[in-house]
């Protein structure tokens, strides 16, 4: 058995990533070693510039990085064909932006029934998970007549639909004030825990920390336990 068979979350093993090239390089990510386990919810605080997003977007298969490698339930993402990566993306892997990025015309409810169209499965009941995440009341409104915080329970719901391994989070309560900010990461831990996602959510609000299980601090590109 190859070492590649041990993992059941995610993982990336010695992890670099650098832009450009000559003169001109970007390390956005040094040697970075993660593990996330099904059912944990990992932070990464840090400045801006410190390679957060690059992070997400390696992890998530939409950027190879330049060495090492990205395991997901023992597939290596920095080996698989182009096609491959787009359809696990689409079944394994969810995201959610900052603005959560939901289609105007759609209600609620229809983000969610959506998404079983893409991806030909049926994945998780659209009434059940709106139920999850709070918004039954709200199943009818489209993300113009929802509020910030709204907004992201429907964007959670959305990228929980299809049932992903991984669940990738990046800056979810930029846009929002605190209470709601709170309410948003308990709600992203609840589900998290309940369904076996493997979670990284970056985030700038030490705040919200209080709700997760692991926290980990990027600096240039380095990833480390945070030191406070
Ligand atoms: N597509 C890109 N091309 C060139 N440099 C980039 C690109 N994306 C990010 N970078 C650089 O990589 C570094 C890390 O960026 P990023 O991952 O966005 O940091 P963070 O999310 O922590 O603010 C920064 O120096 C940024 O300018
Ligand atoms: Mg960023």
């Given at each position: 058995?190859?070492?590649l068979?041990?993992t ?20 956005a ?11 944990e ?9 410190a390679?957060k ?11 190879h990085p330049?060495?090492?490698?990205v395991v ?8 698989t ?12 892997i ?6 959560s990025?939901?289609l105007?015309a759609?209600t609620?409810?229809d983000?969610?029934r ?17 139920e ?17 915080g709204?907004?992201?329970?429907v ?24 209470a709601?900010s ?5 709600l ?7 369904a ?12 919200v920390?209080v ?11 380095r990833?480390?336990p945070?030191?406070?």
């Open positions: 058995m190859s070492a068979t041990t059941t979350g995610l993982s990336l093993r010695n992890v670099g990533l650098q832009f450009g090239d000559g003169d001109s390089t970007v390390t990510l040094d040697d970075v070693n993660l593990e996330v386990a099904p059912g919810l990992v932070a990464i605080v840090g400045p801006s510039g390679g997003s690059s992070l997400l977007a390696v992890a998530g298969g939409l950027i330049t060495t090492g490698t997901l339930r023992d597939v290596d993402l920095t080996a064909p182009r096609r491959q990566l787009a359809e696990i993306r689409r079944n394994q969810g995201f959610v932006f900052q603005s990025n939901l105007p759609l609620a409810l983000q969610l959506l998404m079983s169209t893409i991806t030909g499965r049926p994945g998780r009941d659209p009434h059940e998970l709106l999850s995440v709070g918004m039954t009341h709200r199943a009818d409104k489209r993300p113009g007549q929802l509020s910030g709204e907004r992201q329970r964007g959670i719901a959305r990228a929980l639909a299809t049932e992903p391994a991984v669940l990738l989070v990046d800056e979810p309560t930029a846009a929002l004030d605190r709601r709170h309410d948003v990461v308990q992203l831990a609840d589900e998290t825990h309940s076996g996602v493997a979670t990284i959510m970056v985030t700038h609000d030490h705040d920390l709700h997760c299980d692991r926290v980990l601090e990027m600096i240039d590109g990833l480390s945070l030191s406070e």
